[in-house]
């Protein structure tokens, strides 16, 4: 993975991030939860992925001598 690849995805993120879509949907997911909040329940768990790679991938070697 490389450092430009991390970029885009959070760039996608943040425009995914704005779900003007789903503000009047009134479906409900499984019976119980709104579909807005399972996107957002589903966007975090991506989110949290991407940091993840983020600190694998991306993250700065530490050049310390110490």
């Keep these: 993975m490389?450092?430009?690849?991390?970029?885009?995805a959070?760039?996608?993120l943040a425009v995914l991030h704005q779900?003007?879509?789903l503000w009047?949907?009134?479906?409900?997911l499984f019976g119980f939860?709104?579909?807005?909040l399972a996107y957002h329940t589903a966007?975090?768990?991506?989110?949290?992925?991407l940091w993840y790679l983020?600190?694998?991938y991306a993250w700065?070697?530490?050049d310390s001598a110490s």
């Design 43 to 49: 966007y975090c768990i991506v989110a949290a992925g």
């Design 60 to 62: 700065p070697e530490d």
């Design 24 to 28: 009047n949907d009134a479906t409900l």
């Design 2 to 8: 490389s450092r430009r690849l991390i970029y885009i």
């Design 54 to 56: 983020a600190t694998k």
């Design 10 to 12: 959070l760039i996608l």
């Design 19 to 21: 779900d003007f879509w």
């Design 33 to 36: 939860m709104p579909i807005g």
